[in-house]
């Protein structure tokens, strides 16, 4: 294994804890995206799957306004209160993959790509969970 991986959290282990940790993807802005030009058609990206309850490997299916990319929205409770810390879900940007000998693919979150965790009203939530853009078909 290479050192960089260390700093990688694996998809395989993170799953949504029930009731304390929920996952969404969403569109939201990434500045780095935006100076390469991202999403094109074809750029690979994470999806949390709402049916699957897991990381999906997705692709743009068209040139998108640069900067505007999937997102995975973290929420979770902690003190009473409601937090979110998002990370840009494209591919060279806030997760990578390797591929084993076998071919398959692992894909990681950079741990560094998260936003600081913020506190979020439960009308904020529920308009992030509600606002679905169906451009990228997540
Ligand atoms: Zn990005």
């Known amino acids: 294994?290479?050192?960089?991986?260390?700093?990688?959290?694996y998809f395989e282990t993170l799953k949504?804890?029930?009731m304390e940790e929920y996952?969404?993807?969403r569109v939201g802005f990434c500045m780095k995206c935006r100076k390469a030009d991202r999403p094109k058609t074809g750029d690979e990206f994470i999806a949390f799957g709402s049916t699957s309850k897991q990381f999906l490997e997705k692709e743009a299916q068209h040139n998108g306004l640069a900067g505007l990319t999937p997102h995975t929205y973290k929420i979770f409770t902690?003190?009473?209160?409601?937090?979110?810390?998002?990370a840009c879900a494209m591919n060279h940007c806030g997760v990578g993959y390797y591929e084993d000998e076998k071919g398959v693919k692992h894909w990681a979150m950079y741990e560094k790509s998260w936003s600081k965790p913020r506190e979020i009203s439960k009308a904020d939530l529920r308009a992030?969970?509600?606002?679905?853009?169906t451009g990228y078909q997540i």
């Open 128 to 133: 992030l969970i509600d606002f679905k853009d």
């Open 16 to 18: 949504p804890k029930a």
């Open 78 to 86: 902690k003190d009473g209160k409601i937090w979110v810390q998002s």
């Open 1 to 9: 294994m290479n050192d960089w991986i260390t700093s990688w959290i």
């Open 23 to 25: 996952f969404v993807t």
